[in-house]
């Protein structure tokens, strides 16, 4: 029997990555997804998004579990746009049960440096495109008296990161928001949660040439090899470079099912050990 059979679940940058295995995850559950993402390319991300046929991709592998999606272009800066996605999960499956506020970019460099473009893009995806996702999905929660939303900060929402203080920003963000958003709807039986990864296997850090470049800036040309030594030295313990995203979407699963239903106001971290360097 699958513990989450029939019910409805929201998720942003659905089209690959970590958003792609949270809704494959889910529908091996019996969920049915909304399967939000932009995919296209948006001024000053340096690496290349997803694009349509990698959300179509993430619609079959729904449909193979026996389950529905639906696609939906959207971008997480427009309001409106987020509403009506809401808006649809209801009118099509009857309720909105889980939300999975996911998408995200990056755009590094060093504060002094740092253009307003690459500020605000990163927070306007980063974090006002989470409390945007977050609260259409509580304002539909509500009057169901139920719900789940887990949001997807970072370890970068535990500690500062050189050349990426936007996304520092906008993680930490995450973490407050998620800490008030549980309190405001604990008495409507809502659970709302993070996820802090460390270094995902997704194309957001695996083989993207401008993250290995701001990582390793001395080396003309670094390779995946030299990325995962500098990994394990400076970021996970465990001897493992990367922590895959079926990895994090169980955890999604868990926070989203009756094993979680205690569980609220928390960033749950995966860190290949990193966590253990912070202050308890």
Known sequence: MRDLQG????????????????????????????????????????YKLAVASDLEETVRLVEAEDVRAIPVKLDVRDRAAV????????????????AVPNAGIWAAEELSKMTDEQWHTVMDINITGVFYTLR????????????????????????????????????????GLVKTAALELAPHHITVNAICPAAVKTPMMFENEALYRVFLPDLE???????????????????????????????????????????????????????????A
């Open 7 to 46: 019910k409805t679940a929201l998720i942003t940058g659905a089209a690959r990555g970590q958003g792609r295995a949270h809704a494959v995850a889910l529908a091996k559950e019996g969920v049915n997804i909304v399967c939000c993402d932009l995919h296209e390319e948006i001024s000053p991300v340096p």
């Open 83 to 98: 509403d009506a996605a809401a808006d649809l999960a209801v009118a099509e499956f009857g309720s909105l049960d889980i």
């Open 136 to 175: 259409a999905a509580a304002r539909k929660m509500i009057p169901q008296d139920s719900g789940r939303i887990i949001c997807t900060s970072s370890t970068a929402g535990r500690s500062g990161m050189m050349n990426f203080g936007n996304y520092v920003a906008a993680k930490w963000g995450v973490l």
């Open 221 to 279: 040309n670094p390779t995946t090899e030299d990325v995962e030594g500098t990994i394990m030295e400076a970021i996970h313990k465990l001897p493992e470079p990367w922590i895959e995203p079926e990895e994090i979407a169980d955890i999604v699963v868990f926070l989203a099912s009756e094993k979680g239903k205690h569980i609220t106001g928390t960033g749950i971290d995966i860190t290949a050990g990193l966590s253990a360097t912070w202050g």
